[in-house]
């Protein structure tokens, strides 16, 4: 059974930095591309930041641009987004999900090609 599951949400002050982990069990997580989203409460859920299979290509939403990075560790099957200079409006459930486009890029603009999406971590930002 495919599986992601999230971890490494949150309190944190504004300013501050979080890691948020999605690891897969099941399958190779290499072998896909991997999407990070958000949905904040009352608002739709937005692409945050992908990296392709074999993890060539990453994107960011402008939001988070210069501020989170998304890498992998393959030796633990894992997706990681570090988050610094954390503000209120990153307030939000992340969730991941592996992309199933066999394709050598990355985009989180169509949500509708991401599979196994995790049951999510919270993130807080406030003072």
């Known amino acids: 059974q495919l599986q992601l599951v999230e971890s490494g949400g949150g309190l944190v002050q504004p300013g501050g930095s979080l890691r948020l982990s999605c690891t897969a069990s099941?399958?190779?997580?290499?072998?896909?591309?991997i999407g990070w989203f958000r949905q904040a409460p009352g608002k739709d859920r937005e692409g945050v930041s992908c990296i392709s299979r074999g993890g060539g290509t990453t994107r960011y939403a402008d939001s988070v641009k210069g501020r989170f990075t998304i890498s992998t560790d393959n030796a633990k099957n894992t997706v990681y987004l570090q988050m610094n200079s954390l503000k209120p409006e990153d307030t939000a459930v992340y969730y991941c999900?592996?992309?199933?486009?066999?394709?050598?890029?990355?985009?989180?603009?169509?949500?509708?090609?991401?599979?196994?999406w995790g049951q999510g971590t919270q993130v807080t930002v406030s003072s």
């Open positions: 999900a592996t992309d199933r486009r066999p394709v050598p890029w990355c985009s989180f603009s169509a949500q509708g090609a991401f599979d196994n």
């Open positions: 099941g399958f190779t997580l290499d072998y896909y591309g």
